[in-house]
């Protein structure tokens, strides 16, 4: 599409912007709310951001995730790196007891009771392993790594290729993505931006950051639902709560 075609549509942020912002909207909620709407925030979490891509696609937005995909071996190098990149998050705060958060701001698999515990995982999962990849590339790799080029100039960020590289871009992501996560995943969080921006450089093409993104939360709550209680606790015993991570 040209610029001038682009422009007859408006400005084409609110498809990238509303997703994510919901989403911070129903963590803010669920930070102030009382404990019996904990069932709700498990829904509405992934529910309000996936209804709002839906709505947008079905209106033409995202022209960048109709474009061709990759084969299945380029898939799976980037499951390979989303792997990596998991046990990259995870490896500090379990070698290191410092880093590691205070524990009663921890995912509770049990907040509904042992017999929902699955529900809760599988709703978990939805939203960390599916829907969280999806909004979260949207807005971070193809909005705000395009209009970071062009804010200075007024442009319309749907005239920058997708993955372009420019050092404004590179350091506006890399803060802002940092910026969405809690402070003690700035560790893990600078350095795993960077990679996949690189590889997002490298295989230009939304699809790919978004599959290593789904793999390493994915990869992330499957091995802590496993390894939770398994693992040294820094303190001589085993008994590690990994929940934190989640």
Same mark, same amino acid.
């Given at each position: 599409?040209?610029?001038?075609?682009?422009?007859?549509?408006?400005?084409?942020?609110?498809?990238?912007? +509303?997703? $994510?912002?919901?989403?911070?909207?129903?963590?803010?909620?669920?930070?102030? %709310?009382?404990? &019996?709407?904990?069932?709700?925030? #498990?829904? #509405?979490?992934?529910?309000?951001?996936?209804? #709002?891509?839906?709505?947008?696609?079905?209106?033409?937005?995202?022209?960048? +995730?109709?474009?061709?995909?990759?084969?299945?071996? *380029?898939?799976?190098?980037?499951?390979?790196?989303?792997?990596?990149?998991? %046990?990259?998050?995870?490896?500090? $705060?379990?070698?290191?007891?410092?880093?590691?958060?205070? %524990?009663?701001?921890?995912?509770?698999?049990?907040?509904?009771?042992?017999?929902?515990?699955?529900?809760?995982?599988?709703?978990?999962?939805?939203?960390?392993?599916?829907?969280?990849?999806?909004?979260?590339?949207?807005?971070?790799? *193809?909005? !705000?790594?395009?209009?970071?080029?062009?804010?200075?100039?007024?442009?319309?960020?749907? &005239?920058?290729?997708? %993955?372009?590289?420019?050092?404004?871009?590179?350091?506006?992501?890399? !803060?802002?993505?940092?910026?969405?996560?809690?402070?003690?995943? $700035?560790?893990?969080?600078?350095?795993? !931006?960077?990679?996949?921006?690189?590889?997002? $450089?490298?295989?230009?093409?939304?699809?790919?950051?978004? #599959?290593?993104?789904?793999?390493?939360?994915?990869?992330?709550?499957?091995?802590?639902?496993?390894?939770?209680?398994?693992?040294? &606790?820094?303190?001589?015993?085993?008994?590690?709560?990994?929940?934190?991570? !989640?």
């Amino acid at each position: 599409m040209s610029g001038a075609a682009a422009r007859e549509r408006g400005h084409g942020w609110w498809p990238y912007v +509303l997703p $994510y912002v919901a989403f911070l909207g129903v963590v803010e909620l669920g930070r102030r %709310a009382p404990e &019996d709407l904990a069932p709700w925030l #498990l829904v #509405l979490k992934p529910g309000i951001p996936a209804a #709002l891509m839906v709505y947008f696609l079905l209106r033409g937005a995202y022209p960048e +995730l109709r474009a061709r995909r990759s084969g299945i071996g *380029s898939r799976l190098s980037d499951v390979a790196v989303g792997l990596v990149l998991a %046990a990259l998050w995870m490896a500090p $705060y379990i070698a290191f007891t410092g880093l590691r958060p205070d %524990a009663t701001d921890a995912f509770d698999p049990m907040q509904l009771g042992e017999s929902m515990v699955p529900a809760v995982l599988g709703l978990r999962m939805l939203g960390y392993g599916l829907v969280t990849p999806f909004f979260e590339e949207l807005f971070i790799r *193809s909005f !705000v790594m395009r209009y970071s080029e062009v804010y200075s100039s007024h442009g319309d960020f749907r &005239d920058v290729p997708l %993955a372009h590289f420019g050092w404004t871009s590179f350091i506006v992501t890399t !803060v802002i993505f940092t910026l969405g996560h809690v402070p003690w995943e $700035y560790w893990v969080a600078i350095p795993w !931006v960077v990679l996949t921006n690189l590889w997002f $450089y490298y295989r230009k093409d939304l699809y790919a950051v978004i #599959l290593v993104h789904a793999t390493t939360n994915a990869a992330i709550l499957l091995f802590v639902a496993w390894a939770d209680g398994l693992l040294f &606790d820094g303190q001589g015993g085993l008994g590690l709560s990994l929940w934190f991570f !989640v």
